[in-house]
């Protein structure tokens, strides 16, 4: 494999698969999902567009699965880029989030994006290169009612990933976080929003913007990307 690694989290659908068949074109991928007929689909689809990648069936909320991914992981040496893309929404008011709600959307968002981090750090820093990103919102910039679980762990992650920029600056590590609006995935399958689909950003739109900051040459590093659709937020 003369390819360097991305690893992409999420990549079952939506972002994650769209942005794991962009990059495949430059990078080897490893897919890491809890769905792996999904996962199956993806890799479908980068081999006909003849990318070459490997899944990693996961939970990266769990801290005893990280051990677990990173022995399949093949060449460690060639890791270049983290993409922190899986996450989930539950939009809930207080009064109706549950324990369970909240514990599910911290770890598996901000949690999972720590634990997938920390893998491959050592590594990175060894390497002096790579990149990290972190696929956040906007509900990470400005707050939503009924979503407080929600936005609270795209809040935590921008905090994380700021601090984390500083600490690997000396590293020559690129941190970049992407705060995204209302762009038209799965996500929103189960949440009654089909009448605004439609006017919602289209994911490979958002892959292009992230690929090319990911990309972006030398010594330079876009830290921090907010793409909305030019109508503004709904």
Known sequence: MNKPIAIITGASTGIGRNLAIKFS???????????EKN????????????????????????????????SQIKNKSKIDLLINNAGIGIFKNISETTIEDWNNTINTNLTGSFLMTKMIIDQLKSNKNGKIVFISSVAGLQPYKNSTAYVSSKYAIR?????????LREHN???????????????????NMDELRDGMMKVDDLSDTIYHAVNSPNNCVTEEITIRRTAGDF
């Open 173 to 191: 590590i690129k941190v970049i976080t992407v705060f995204p609006g209302a762009v038209d995935t799965p996500i929103w399958d189960d949440k």
């Open 159 to 167: 905090g994380f990933a700021s601090s984390l920029r500083e600490e």
């Open 25 to 35: 074109s430059k990078y080897f991928i490893y897919l890491i999902s809890r769905n």
């Open 39 to 70: 996962l199956n689909e993806t890799k479908y689809l980068i081999e006909k567009a003849g990318g070459e990648c490997k899944i990693i069936v996961s939970d990266i909320s769990k801290s005893d699965s990280i051990d677990v991914i990173y």
